[in-house]
């Protein structure tokens, strides 16, 4: 089934989108103040170039020192960088771009959990907070397996960031460990049930895992899930995928010929990214998969949308400019393999949609909704029906049976603006992730 698409009034918070709205703009401000070489500005040049008083400023941040971290953690920035010790600054000087940017660790405006002290061993305090990654272990940091080898790809292992080595208490090290395991214990014995329970969710925050095994399917990284995989686990909380990070390898690398089409899963030698680790478990339970086509839905008519995608790569690009021919100058085997660095970023303005538009027909598609007066109609997708409720409730069932109240119809359904309908694309044919080179064996999901 597609999502359910209700209808719903929706009213906006005016004052906190004004706060967000202020917010962004003094950030904005600072970062403008910083490119023009005023590294230390006051809080009254912060606030007269934002527009915000400086009374006001502080209602916003703590006080300069977190307005600073907020731009720096926010900020993704390309740097032109000039190396030189001493005497007149010429062409030779010049080091090309670098980019800067921040880093996983536990703070406010990074991974906003607990800080986790080594006094801190008992009761509540000991569960959080801990910063965790599928990742091949440095020699200064402490790893391991789960009694079921898990992660089960070579070289990787369960490693510990936050705490590091040096400050955990055994204890600590203890209880991640042990809550890690029986996370694991968990998600088999409700695999083992044929997905009748679903202990696991109590120990996992599924909804973080389904993004972060999204973002990796969309933008087909190599690496996907045995690689810089981050979970943290806050204080009396469930065990949390990402932050996503280390995509340097992903979206159609032309340097990575795993990446490269946009039309499989995954490439030859690439992580197979429906059967892989715990999250080769979990998308064989139905609801799991289900959360995850209505996200992926969801995100296409937002953030994922052609339109966003395209001006996603605009946004984070527009700071390079001439810049990236001085680059190549300096560093002719970082030259851009498709002639320049316009026609790169076309590159990949044109594979993120195709991907986008890839994964798309690999599902049952929501249905199409026109809006006309006081009615709304809803039209399924060819070779499916609609299946729907009127007070407002899933149409689904769990496992994926229709619900005892659904509706069902092959025609198209048109109902007055103000009812509380849910309605969900219905294919009874659709059965597990359909690809020519792979099909996985995953329980039906409509």
Same mark, same amino acid.
């Given at each position: 089934?597609?999502?359910?698409?209700?209808?719903?009034?929706?009213?906006?918070?005016?004052?906190?989108?004004?706060?967000?709205?202020?917010?962004?703009?003094?950030?904005?401000?600072?970062?403008?103040?910083?490119?023009?070489?005023?590294?230390?500005?006051?809080?009254?040049?912060?606030?007269?170039?934002?527009?915000?008083?400086?009374?006001?400023? =502080?209602?916003?941040?703590?006080?300069?020192?977190?307005?600073?971290?907020?731009?720096?953690?926010?900020?993704?920035?390309?740097?032109?960088?000039?190396?030189?010790?001493?005497?007149? %600054?010429?062409?030779?000087?010049?080091?090309?771009?670098?980019? %800067?940017?921040?880093? %996983?660790?536990?703070?406010?405006?990074?991974?906003?959990?607990?800080? #986790?002290?080594?006094?801190?061993?008992?009761?509540?305090?000991?569960?959080?907070?801990?910063? #965790?990654?599928?990742?091949?272990?440095?020699?200064?940091?402490?790893?391991?397996?789960?009694?079921?080898?898990?992660?089960?790809?070579?070289?990787?292992?369960?490693?510990?960031?936050?705490?590091?080595?040096?400050?955990?208490?055994?204890?600590?090290?203890?209880?991640?460990?042990?809550?890690?395991?029986?996370?694991?214990? @968990? #998600?088999?014995?409700?695999?083992?049930?044929?997905?009748?329970?679903?202990?696991?969710?109590?120990?996992?925050?599924?909804?973080?895992?389904?993004? &972060?095994?999204?973002?990796?399917?969309?933008? @087909?990284?190599?690496?996907?899930?045995?690689?810089?995989?981050?979970?943290?686990?806050?204080?009396?909380?469930?065990?949390?995928?990402?932050?996503?990070?280390?995509?340097?390898?992903?979206?159609?690398?032309?340097?990575?010929?795993?990446? =490269?089409?946009?039309? %499989?899963?995954? $490439?030859?030698?690439? +992580?197979?990214?429906?059967? /892989?680790?715990?999250? $080769?478990?979990?998308?064989?339970?139905?609801?799991?998969?289900?959360?995850?086509?209505?996200?992926?839905?969801?995100?296409?008519?937002?953030?994922?949308?052609?339109?966003?995608?395209?001006?996603?790569?605009?946004?984070?690009?527009?700071?390079?400019?001439?810049?990236?021919?001085?680059?190549?100058?300096?560093?002719?085997?970082?030259?851009?393999?498709? $002639?320049?660095?316009?026609?790169?970023?076309?590159?990949?303005?044109?594979?993120?949609?195709?991907?986008?538009?890839?994964?798309? &027909?690999?599902? +049952?598609?929501?249905?199409?909704?026109?809006?006309?007066?006081?009615?709304?109609?809803?039209?399924?997708?060819?070779?499916?029906?609609?299946?729907? +409720?009127?007070?407002?409730?899933?149409?689904?069932?769990?496992?994926? @049976?229709?619900?005892?109240?659904?509706?069902? /119809?092959?025609?198209?359904?048109?109902?007055?603006?103000?009812?509380?309908?849910?309605?969900?694309?219905?294919?009874?044919?659709?059965?597990?992730?359909?690809?020519?080179?792979? +099909?996985?064996?995953?329980?039906?999901?409509?």
């Amino acid at each position: 089934m597609a999502p359910p698409i209700e209808q719903q009034a929706a009213t906006a918070d005016g004052r906190r989108l004004r706060r967000d709205r202020n917010r962004d703009a003094v950030v904005d401000a600072l970062l403008s103040l910083y490119n023009e070489g005023n590294l230390e500005p006051s809080a009254d040049e912060i606030a007269l170039r934002s527009g915000v008083s400086a009374r006001s400023l =502080f209602r916003y941040f703590d006080d300069v020192d977190d307005l600073c971290q907020a731009a720096i953690t926010q900020q993704q920035d390309f740097v032109s960088t000039i190396d030189n010790a001493g005497g007149n %600054i010429d062409a030779a000087d010049y080091a090309g771009i670098y980019v %800067i940017t921040d880093r %996983i660790d536990v703070a406010k405006k990074r991974v906003d959990i607990a800080t #986790l002290n080594p006094d801190e061993l008992t009761g509540a305090d000991l569960t959080g907070g801990y910063i #965790l990654k599928i990742d091949a272990a440095d020699p200064d940091e402490i790893s391991w397996t789960t009694s079921r080898k898990f992660p089960e790809t070579a070289g990787s292992s369960l490693v510990l960031v936050t705490p590091t080595a040096a400050e955990i208490a055994p204890a600590q090290l203890a209880y991640i460990k042990d809550y890690v395991q029986r996370m694991e214990d @968990a #998600l088999m014995a409700s695999r083992d049930s044929g997905w009748a329970r679903r202990p696991y969710l109590d120990f996992i925050d599924r909804g973080s895992w389904v993004d &972060q095994h999204l973002l990796q399917v969309f933008s @087909a990284n190599p690496d996907a899930l045995v690689r810089s995989t981050y979970f943290t686990k806050d204080r009396n909380g469930r065990l949390v995928a990402g932050p996503a990070w280390d995509f340097d390898r992903g979206l159609g690398s032309y340097w990575d010929e795993r990446s =490269f089409r946009y039309d %499989i899963w995954f $490439g030859t030698g690439a +992580t197979d990214v429906w059967q /892989t680790g715990w999250w $080769g478990i979990l998308a064989r339970d139905p609801e799991f998969m289900q959360d995850w086509i209505d996200r992926w839905q969801a995100l296409r008519r937002t953030e994922f949308s052609n339109t966003s995608l395209s001006g996603l790569v605009d946004q984070l690009t527009v700071g390079v400019g001439p810049a990236a021919a001085r680059d190549a100058a300096r560093w002719p085997d970082n030259a851009s393999p498709y $002639g320049s660095y316009t026609a790169q970023l076309n590159r990949l303005k044109g594979w993120a949609p195709k991907r986008a538009e890839w994964i798309d &027909q690999q599902f +049952t598609s929501p249905p199409a909704v026109t809006i006309s007066g006081g009615n709304v109609t809803f039209t399924a997708p060819a070779g499916a029906e609609l299946v729907y +409720t009127l007070d407002g409730s899933d149409p689904r069932s769990l496992g994926g @049976a229709l619900a005892p109240n659904a509706r069902r /119809t092959s025609a198209a359904l048109a109902v007055p603006a103000s009812t509380n309908a849910a309605v969900r694309a219905y294919a009874s044919a659709s059965v597990g992730v359909r690809s020519e080179e792979h +099909t996985s064996e995953l329980q039906s999901h409509h």
